[in-house]
């Protein structure tokens, strides 16, 4: 949305839920919503890009404009904290939760995996280049995300009844219930955004798409600017204490960052040559062709967005009592997006071509090679950040996060979760690239089944965690469940895999991954020693001690990872290194 709403690059980098940007999607999906997996969008629609140089031009584009989105992002999000608050921004962080799942619900996963590959068919196959058919799916799409848009807004108080009332603290739900009259607009424009983004990619551009949502996040932190500038931070209010002019400010300025964003677009869209037409004939669109084929993405969306409102009903049962609640949770699942965005993504985007191809052709041996080389990159690549976060959880988060009203406390509480997470990192890269491979395969089907006993299993683990676990421990429980969820997907998806294309070369994948984990542990123990040695003892009071305590167990973490990844013959740590030269090279 910018808050992780539209599952584009403002998802995962403004600092809401999120997100995973995908090179090669080429609809800038990156983020996702804290507490599921990722979506992975059809390998059909690369094709509609030409070949590598291609792909490669235009990933460096969305790379570049991810990275500078994810910065700003970060800015976005620290910004509201420290606006807000932790409490005024628990009640915040969950309205803009509301959107982003309905929306999924409504388009984001079908658009990805259904409707731009009926697009691209569409351009190649008809006449006029699909501009007649796309004009009319435009004109059912935003005719339907209006209506459904107004009968949302209008059930607002329903919606956050069943997502928020959990919470003791006086006027939460309230609070949460007038930020979502004004932020539940926005499933429109998140609509509007996504459906030309994909008419853009199609029609071979991808910048406009990637660096729009900027526009968004820049909105949101001049709003954040203006309610300093005009109430002060909000360091000590209560939700009862916020007025009808603070909600206001900070709920239109949220609505008006995804309307910017939406606009900005329209000049790509003229640049291109598409001129919408008003063109009003469903019965032409196969409505019936789209239901089928979007019939498992579905179910494969709802069952994410189930578990997302039960962690978000959980956490707001603590929100407002000086613990770590939905705020933190979506600040920490940024980061951990972050990590697998810019190396998960980046050994899939290489990958899924040639695993496509192969699976195409039937050469299961070349799919099951690409998979096992891909999980090794991907590890060697993640573990020194997964020790760093563990290891560094409370400075990272006092550096990001603390100032104005988000206090050391939220800040240390923050740093707790994001030791959590350290956990989670590796787990939701692998079981990502797992359903990827299923998706090179053309098993929507089988990624949906796995997923349904996956959000199960997360779903239970909140549960659960959330019983038994001290209430200053919710966010971090939550995000262990995460971790648990990533686990079990990946474990499921390589013993079906394994019999859907033959041997997985198991035993390379567990060796590389014990040298790699032994690396990272070692790492992770010294960076430790290394912290507490230093002035703040691994709790920083304020910025000065925690860029002391990151520079020093940064430099440690990562040094010792690469001489005793060295040491046990981890090839893939030069690998690494040299992708990200030639990179940059490039």
């Known amino acids: 949305m910018s808050s992780g709403l539209y599952r584009s690059a403002h998802a995962a980098s403004d600092g809401t839920p999120p997100a995973v940007e995908d090179g090669v999607t080429l609809i800038s999906v990156d983020g996702q919503l804290p507490g599921q997996e990722p979506e992975p969008s059809a390998p059909a629609v690369t094709a509609a890009v030409g070949g590598d140089g291609g792909t490669a031009g235009h990933s460096a584009v969305m790379a570049v404009g991810s990275l500078v989105s994810r910065i700003i992002g970060f800015a976005r999000n620290a910004l509201i904290g420290m606006t807000l608050g932790a409490g005024i921004g628990d009640a915040y962080t969950s309205a803009q939760f509301l959107p982003g799942q309905i929306y999924e619900l409504l388009l984001g996963g079908i658009l990805s995996s259904v409707l731009v590959p009926l697009l691209v068919r569409r351009r190649k196959a008809d006449p006029d280049g699909g501009l007649e058919y796309t004009r009319k799916l435009l004109t059912f799409a935003v005719l339907s995300l ?48 996504a459906l030309i983004g994909a008419i853009l990619n199609v029609g071979g ?86 239901g089928r084929l979007a019939g498992w993405m579905l179910c494969y969306v709802a069952a994410n967005q189930v578990a997302v409102f039960v962690v978000v009903r959980l956490l707001s049962r603590v929100a407002g009592k000086n613990s770590a609640s939905v705020l933190a949770f979506n600040n920490v699942f940024l980061l951990t997006m972050m990590a697998h965005g810019i190396i998960g993504v980046s050994v899939m985007t290489a990958l899924l071509p040639k695993m496509s191809a192969a699976a195409a052709e039937g050469r299961y041996a070349e799919v099951s090679a690409d998979l096992s080389r891909g999980i090794r990159l991907t590890a060697a690549a993640l573990a020194p950040i997964a020790a760093i976060y563990g290891v560094l959880g409370a400075p990272i988060s006092v550096m990001l996060f603390q100032g104005g009203a988000y206090g050391n406390d939220a800040a240390l509480a923050t740093g707790t979760v994001l030791v959590v997470a350290a956990f989670a990192v590796l787990p939701l890269s692998i079981s990502y690239l797992c359903t990827y491979a299923f998706y090179s395969l053309q098993g929507n089907r089988t990624a949906a089944l796995i997923n349904l006993p996956v959000v199960a299993v997360r779903i239970g683990a909140y549960v659960v965690l959330a019983a038994v676990l001290d209430k200053s421990l919710s966010a971090a429980g939550m995000t262990a469940g995460n971790a648990l969820s990533y686990l079990v997907s990946a474990v499921i998806s390589l013993a079906v895999l394994r019999r859907r294309i033959g041997r997985l070369d198991l035993g390379s994948i567990a060796l590389g991954l014990g040298k790699v984990l032994v690396a990272a542990a070692v790492a992770a123990a010294l960076g430790l020693l290394v912290v507490h040695l230093m002035p703040g003892a691994g709790a920083p009071s304020g910025r000065g001690e925690a860029l002391l305590q990151l520079l020093a167990g940064g430099t440690t973490v990562v040094a010792v990872y690469l001489a005793v990844a060295t040491l046990l013959g981890v090839r893939e740590v030069s690998q690494v290194a040299g992708m990200v030269r030639r990179k940059l090279g490039r």
């Not at 219930?177 to 932020?183: K, P, R, S």
Request: proline share 5%.
């Open 205 to 290: 551009h991808f910048a406009a798409p990637m660096w729009a949502p900027i526009l968004n996040n820049l909105v949101v932190i001049a709003t954040c600017g203006v309610f300093v500038v005009v109430f002060g931070t909000a360091k000590g209010l209560r939700p009862e204490d916020m007025s009808g002019g603070r909600i206001a400010l900070i709920g239109l300025g949220t609505l008006f960052g995804m309307v910017v964003q939406a606009l900005g677009l329209l000049p790509a869209l003229r640049k291109v040559g598409f001129s919408w037409r008003w063109r009003w004939d469903p019965r032409s669109l196969g409505l019936g062709e789209i």
């Open 146 to 193: 209006g209506v459904a848009t107004l009968l949302v807004v209008a059930a607002a108080p329903l919606i956050t009844a069943v997502q928020s009332s959990g919470s003791t603290s006086v006027g939460y739900h309230d609070l949460v219930t007038h930020f979502a009259y004004l932020i539940l607009p926005i499933i429109f424009f998140t609509g509007l955004s």
